[in-house]
């Protein structure tokens, strides 16, 4: 499994940091430090190209929409069919907890 080769002290270490955090502004303050501008959109487009994928949107309308490369969208793709499942489960729950608010 390929999740396996990413185990480690440090990354764990990153894991139950973000963990930690309590709210969306303290995630805002902890990735400004830990990362680039470029490379926080470039996670939060993941994210959205994911998204619409798992809603039948097509690579051209991803592509309109999001501004992601087409190689960027088939890399989301494979992992959303042969990955752990973690975009599924992550967009799930964000989408649970909407519905939860409305």
Sequence with gaps: ??????RGK???????????LKDKEECYQFFDDLATMNEIQ???????????????DT?????????ASTATISRVKRC???????????LDRVYATEKARE
């Design 1 to 6: 499994m390929q999740i396996d080769k990413l």
């Design 10 to 20: 440090e990354l764990d270490q990153l894991f139950e940091a973000i963990l930690s």
């Design 42 to 56: 470039s996670l939060a487009q993941r994210l959205e190209v994911a998204r619409m994928l798992m809603e039948g």
């Design 59 to 67: 690579y051209q309308r991803i592509e309109q929409q999001t501004g």
């Design 80 to 90: 959303i069919n042969y990955g752990n499942d973690g975009y599924k489960f992550t």
